[in-house]
């Protein structure tokens, strides 16, 4: 076999957000930087590109905002209910998703880092707008702890910007670029990777190699073997290329795999969403209005509660939930009273079943009508009175029926009643290489393998069952920023 042969001090497997912000600080630390991707050009940017663009980082209220989006009007700041997010409530958050199993050093880096790497990927020419979503009522505009502002134009926007400062900084960026393995010396130390090309293989020798070439999702065979069978069929909200295979090639090499092995994100999507993301729909098909409505099965039943959190709490729950439906799939319905505060995505994508009655309602979903009439009328009377308001937890809440819904519980009886068919969509994979704080893949024995780093979905360690919205960019930023300074000072004193 012929292998042609290239040089880079530092090579950054993939071109997603963990990816970039790793290249981009290698390049600020001196190193030669060289991108590969595997995806064609056009297809660039990974799951960060078809992200909304969510990102979650500790603050302590508007003064910390403010310099974030430095273009809002004095109008716009006035209407803003912005409450502190400090540390221990963003850690705390992780903590309590992962049900107390996050790496709580890890934690910590991520946590601690989040608002400098925020600031640092401003200085890269990445903007900010406010979280689109945050509730309105009158003139207020409410945000939820943690999602005051989101990347500018969402992922697409996000990785634009990223791309433009590598490529005008001399980031080297090759598209159809798949690694298939990793190189070593006889001692075990990584010195480049083996890359297939439409040209043929190439190997590219480097001081150090970052992995960030996101989690094993793409895969049906990768999902069925570690995340079980049922996660054969799902549909696939991102890139098609995060197969995983590098996953298994660094196990190869003895990194520790770990984290949530069995565990992925996932949430409710339409129905008809395609079954690999699409670039054009973007995070278009996810169906988080659920709080503001029940959602049943194929048997008119329902089967969670629908207010426990907020949808940034609940939606990973709930994704997987209707997973374990028959025939895996769901219906969201709501009436008059809750359709208009629905989220704008809503309108794109497959529509809505629409009706002047449940029975008619059940019949145009293909739902037994009888069931879903005894469903609703058994919620409608387990509904207590209280005052609703989303936003807040205001805990209107059923009560006596299976499963209870423990907030935003209004009675289903203002028509035409609206229902949407959901499926669940997997986000990403929560396993993978364990690092240290450095960024450093971790041998089974628990020191680094020397010239190896890991950021982004690739690593495993922070996210179990659930994570906050928004920790994903963030996670990747922070330890691709961290993981691109020290394999660059690594490589260089080579
Ligand atoms: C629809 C959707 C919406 C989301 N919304 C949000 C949000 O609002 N906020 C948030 O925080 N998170 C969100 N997430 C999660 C978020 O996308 C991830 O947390 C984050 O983008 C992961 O970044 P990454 O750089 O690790 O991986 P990616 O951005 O996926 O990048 C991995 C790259 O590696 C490449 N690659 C894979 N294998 C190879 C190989 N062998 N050789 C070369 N290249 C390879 C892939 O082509 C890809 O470009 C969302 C995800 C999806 C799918």
């Known amino acids: 076999m012929e292998v042609a042969e290239l040089v880079a001090d530092v090579v950054v497997v993939g071109a997603g957000n963990a990816a970039l912000a790793a290249a981009l600080a290698a390049c600020e630390a001196g190193a030669q930087a060289l991108v590969l991707e595997r995806a064609p050009f056009e297809e660039r940017g990974g799951n960060s590109r078809f992200t909304g663009g969510i990102v979650r980082f500790a603050h302590g209220g508007l003064e910390d905002i403010l310099p974030l989006v430095p273009e809002l009007s004095e109008a716009e700041v006035a209407r803003m209910d912005v409450h502190p997010y400090p540390a221990a409530a963003y850690t705390e958050d992780i903590m309590r998703m992962s049900e107390g199993k996050a790496d709580p050093v890890l934690a910590n880096v991520l946590v601690q880092n989040s608002y400098q790497t925020l600031r640092w990927m401003q200085s890269l020419g990445v903007r900010f707008e406010l979280y689109q979503t945050a509730v309105r009522q009158g003139d207020r505009i409410y945000f939820p702890a943690g999602a005051v502002v989101q990347f500018w134009s969402g992922g697409p926007g996000l990785m634009e910007r990223l791309f433009r400062t590598a490529e005008g900084r001399g980031v080297g960026v090759a598209y159809d670029a798949s690694v298939v393995d990793l190189l070593t010396t006889v001692e075990g130390r990584v010195q480049g990777v083996r890359v297939q090309t439409p040209e043929g293989i190439i190997d590219v020798r480097a001081g150090a190699v970052i992995l960030a070439c996101g989690g094993f999702e793409a895969s049906a065979e990768r999902r069925v073997r570690y995340l079980g069978a049922d996660w054969g069929p799902v549909r696939v909200r991102g890139s098609r290329h995060n197969t995983g295979e590098l996953l298994e090639r660094a196990e190869a090499l003895g990194a520790r795999i770990g984290g949530h092995m069995d565990g992925a994100h996932a949430v409710p999507v339409d129905a008809g969403s395609p079954v690999v993301g699409d670039l054009q729909l973007g995070?278009?098909?996810?169906?988080?209005?659920?709080?503001?409505?029940?959602?049943?099965?194929?048997?008119?039943?329902?089967?969670?509660?629908?207010?426990?959190?907020?949808?940034?709490?609940?939606?990973?729950?709930?994704?997987?939930?209707?997973?374990?439906?028959?025939?895996?799939?769901?219906?969201?319905?709501f009436d008059q009273q809750t359709v208009e505060r629905l989220e704008a995505r809503y309108t794109s994508g497959s529509r809505p079943a629409m009706a002047g009655t449940i029975e008619e309602l059940a019949t145009k979903l293909g739902l037994p009508p009888a069931a879903l009439v005894r469903t609703t009328k058994a919620y409608n009377a387990a509904v207590r009175d209280g005052t609703f308001n989303p936003a807040i937890k205001d805990g209107k809440c059923t009560q006596g029926i299976e499963p209870d819904k423990t907030n935003w519980a209004l009675r289903l009886d203002k028509p035409p009643f609206v229902a949407y068919g959901v499926r669940c969509g997997i986000t990403f994979t929560f396993g993978g290489v364990i690092t240290n704080e450095a960024g450093e893949v971790t041998h089974r024995r628990g020191t680094p393998i020397p010239g190896l780093y890991a950021a982004g979905e690739i690593t495993g360690g922070v996210f179990y069952h659930n994570y906050p919205s928004g920790a994903g960019l963030m996670l990747g930023a922070v330890f691709g920023r961290i993981a691109g300074t020290k394999a660059a000072s690594y490589a260089l004193r080579r």
Not at 308 to 315: G, I, L, T
């Open 283 to 333: 995070d278009l098909t996810a169906r988080l209005s659920y709080p503001l409505g029940i959602m049943v099965n194929r048997d008119a039943q329902r089967f969670i509660d629908e207010g426990m959190d907020f949808k940034s709490y609940s939606y990973t729950v709930v994704g997987p939930a209707i997973l374990r439906q028959p025939d895996g799939i769901a219906y969201q319905i």
